[in-house]
DNA sequence: TAAATGTTGTTATAACTACAACAACAAGAT
DNA sequence: ATCTTGTTGTTGTAGTTATAACAACATTTA
């Protein structure tokens, strides 16, 4: 009686990024729940079709990850996960790696059709990819950096960058709140956002992410920080710019002003 | 004109292995090739059907290997391969490390029916896996360790696990040539193979893997040991054991005799 | 014989692949 | 202005492959 489905959901859905099937990782999970098995108690443990727990098997000694014995019924046995497992992540590191090399070296030789891409405004989604993109500008900056941001967005990260930025090009900072170690050479003004200037509507969602400008050239938006459904906005597009520069004026202005209350 | 296939066979089975598909893999490339494109445009340089590259474009971006612009015609552009190659693999290792930490868990807590195993013999696939099994062996040997083998096994895991055996246990090794360092507390018997003891057919063979007895207790034999077809047997049964013990027996008499030639 | 084992098929389902067709839109021609 | 023409983005529909699930049969073991 094929049974205890035991919800293993969320180890199956690892396995699978491991480049194992369904089946394949109930079968690994049920052999490493004893020392050795035949097909059929593999079926009744794991609760796969026993037809199909043969061809699994194969499978799985082909990835290395179980080893069968000569006797008859054939008993089966999984390695230890840590020799598993390691197997297969140090493939795929391995295909990464070379994924990487020849890619990298594509992207270095890419061909630059001579399109003012710099017109454009371009989207990007996801924090990680985000905070990457950030750092990445900022090490193209040669003269300066001005930021209204959300902390949250100050990955340890970012912070790096600019720390070791502040010390060739000037960095300006405007955020409700600063964590962390005291900001060596960066101006940072720091101004409790609950009511920015006045007759801006918007002004507050924009503070729940942030707006960069580089160099006084390009310019990064960051709207929504949840999970994974941030949104950023960049471009060095003139008319795109010189509106959040003259946004980013506004709010300075207020910020540099002593705190009345 | 969907054009030049160039192909990328290779890079797309890299790729494919980090969970990207085929479609997803070849779009990714075109885009590293060029500094942007619209839909059209990737569908030419890449050859994926025009109606196909939408889609693709939308997992890609879930992904967070491009960015999009918001122009119209809307352009794209892939992130650089070190950051996009690295966000997938670190995913990837992350769950690893995930399944790793809840199967070593349900490993270390696993029933043991009352079976004797030990009477099995256990084939093995894979010369990596073997390797692995070898060190596990010899770490679990208590007094004595034999080995006759084929200098190719000996991987410097294998040369490590032993080197430091060597000063608790004894260990003894017939081998038809010894590289590296000289095997300092062990009993190294070096011996041409060509012409083994008289009558046994058989042993040319065996000699092209090897035969490894841990405590005179478990026997592992290798045979073959081309990059991914090599075998092994291991076994504790007490006839599997008896017979490579008398085998090794006999060629370790041979081995000690003074090289007459 | 009966039960369990190992093998071989067939079918279903889902994902990926591939292509055809359509509406919306823009640019240019008449 | 209207009518082409071509491009873009979307939708739908097959073909293909791999996985999943089951049924049936031959073989072994007791």
Redesign the pocket.
């Known amino acids: 009686m094929p049974a205890a489905p035991d919800d293993f959901t969320q180890i199956v859905a690892c396995l699978k990024s491991l480049g194992l099937?369904?089946?394949?990782a109930l079968v690994y999970i049920a052999l490493l729940r004893v020392t050795g098995a035949?097909?059929?108690?593999i079926h009744e443990i794991s609760g796969?079709?026993?037809?199909?727990?043969?061809?699994?098997l194969e499978?799985l000694q082909a990835k290395e990850l179980v080893s069968v014995s000569q006797?008859?019924?054939?008993r089966f046995a999984a390695l230890p996960p840590e020799e598993g497992i390691g197997n297969l992540l140090s493939c795929i590191q391995q295909n990464a790696l070379r994924a990487q090399e020849d890619l990298s070296a594509i992207y270095e030789e890419r061909l630059s059709p001579e399109r003012e891409e710099q017109e454009l405004i371009w989207n990007l989604y996801g924090i990680t990819a985000i905070r990457k993109k950030i750092v990445e500008l900022l090490a193209h900056t040669e003269r300066d950096v001005r930021i209204i941001a959300h902390p949250q967005l100050f990955s340890e990260d970012i912070k790096r960058a600019l720390n070791h930025k502040a010390h060739h090009i000037a960095v300006e900072i405007i955020t409700p709140q600063w964590d962390g170690e005291p900001p060596g050479t960066m101006n940072v003004y720091v101004k409790k956002t609950p009511e920015i200037p006045k007759g801006l509507d918007r002004a507050k969602d924009m503070m729940a992410g942030g707006v960069f400008i580089f160099d006084n050239r390009t310019v990064m938006v960051i709207v929504g920080l949840g999970k994974e459904d941030a949104v950023a906005l960049y471009s060095e597009s003139a008319g795109f710019v010189r509106f959040f520069i003259r946004y980013y004026d506004l709010i300075i202005d207020w910020a540099k002003k002593p705190d009345l209350k």
């Open positions: 099937t369904k089946y394949e035949t097909a059929t108690e796969v079709p026993r037809a199909s727990v043969y061809p699994v499978q006797s008859s019924p054939k």
